[in-house]
């Protein structure tokens, strides 16, 4: 219905253009340019309005530009009613450039390689809003499409400091070559990213950028042991989302480091930064155990999503200390009530454990 209203204005548009334009030719005549008058047998000047004319001023189209201006008007009209507002603005989006550069980072140590953030201005895209880059001499050697991308670093604490050149010219994986480390962290409660590197072969003849591994976790790079290697020290997603709301997810760091066949957790490590307060390197603290153990028992009137958390964070923490026995000695301990019908603590233990088989705790 729309498409033929609008094809009747169109035409009714054309019509009024054209008329406007060549409505009125001279056709050999002679008039007045200014008032239209007859000057055929006429003087100079014209009998009507009295302006003086000669020659091909005498001969010209009579244009009537308001006319033009009117169908003009309608054309657009015809184009608004047939296309509809959202493919025009797509259209009119179409007429910049869709990608826009948000970041320029010089990678590598020999000056060859450059890793480019673009992001997507249209509103009618439906991919991901971000493309990253890697470009060689200024030719896209690799790209790949990302959410929130950030180069070279993610989500560190303020207490660690990164060496210069990490994730841009720094060698990650220890094989040598340094590393572009691409972080794509979800929005949100950021419980859930991936971290992506990149080995860069420098001063070949041909560019080379291998991707060398995904880390499936959220986390940074920190030298843990002060070994002068770096280690990866990662939020352990297992529980993430698990029985709690996401602000509420136990994140528990693991350390990660490198290996012939992938990333493996360093238990000896992650000691030291799961929570210092509970696990010391002589074992668990038992007067800050005592006193979560009291929290969670204080807390028993809140809902299981909130209470929760808490309780599967120290018992998570008693994991990676090496304390499984304890961790469910603790739940069992705290466990409410009131939580039996629904979630019996001992199927919650039971559940707890299928997940550590599947997740990074206790590996
Ligand atoms: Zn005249």
């Not at 334009?21 to 001279?26: E, F, I, R, S, V």
């Not at 997810?249 to 066949?261: C, D, F, G, I």
């Amino acid at each position: 219905m729309m498409i033929i209203a609008a094809s009747i204005l169109g035409l009714v548009a054309l019509g009024a253009v054209a008329w406007g334009l060549w409505g009125d030719l001279a056709r050999g005549r002679a008039r007045c340019p200014s008032c239209w008058y007859s000057l055929e047998g006429a003087g100079p000047t014209c009998p009507e309005c009295g302006t003086r004319s000669e020659g091909r001023e005498r001969h010209r189209a009579r244009r009537r530009w308001w006319m033009v201006a009117a169908g003009a008007m309608m054309a657009c009209g015809a184009v608004y009613l047939g296309a509809g507002r959202e493919r025009l603005v797509a259209w009119a989006y179409r007429l910049v450039p869709a990608w826009w550069v948000e970041q320029r980072v010089a990678a590598g140590t020999t000056g060859e390689y450059e890793v480019v953030v673009l992001a997507n201005i249209r509103p009618d895209w439906m991919g991901m809003p971000r493309r990253v880059e890697i470009r060689h001499r200024g030719s896209t050697v690799f790209a790949m499409e990302a959410a929130h991308p950030q180069v070279g670093t993610y989500g560190m604490p303020p207490e660690v400091t990164a060496p210069p050149g990490l994730g841009v010219r720094t060698d990650l994986n220890r094989n040598g070559a340094p590393d572009v480390w691409i972080s794509d962290p979800s929005p949100g409660t950021g419980a859930i990213g991936e971290q992506y590197l990149f080995d860069l072969e420098e001063g070949a003849s041909s560019p080379s950028v291998r991707p060398a591994c995904v880390i499936p976790h959220v986390g940074w790079f920190e030298d843990v042991d002060g070994d002068g290697q770096l280690e990866f020290v990662a939020v352990d997603n297992t529980f993430a989302y698990w029985w709690t709301p996401g602000y509420a997810n136990p994140y528990v760091k693991v350390v990660l480091e490198v290996q012939s066949r992938g990333w493996r957790v360093r238990a000896d490590l992650t000691r030291r930064v799961v929570n210092p307060a509970l696990v010391g390197e002589s074992g668990v603290n038992e007067a800050e155990l005592a006193k979560v153990a009291a929290a969670c028992v204080a807390n028993q009137e809140k809902d299981f999503g909130l209470w929760v958390s808490v309780p599967l964070r120290t018992a998570v923490e008693l994991c990676y200390a090496g304390e499984r026995e304890r961790a469910w000695a603790f739940l069992r301990a705290v466990w409410p009530a009131r939580f039996e019908g629904e979630k019996p603590v001992e199927r919650a233990i039971a559940e707890i454990e299928g997940k550590v088989g599947e997740g990074l705790v206790g590996r």
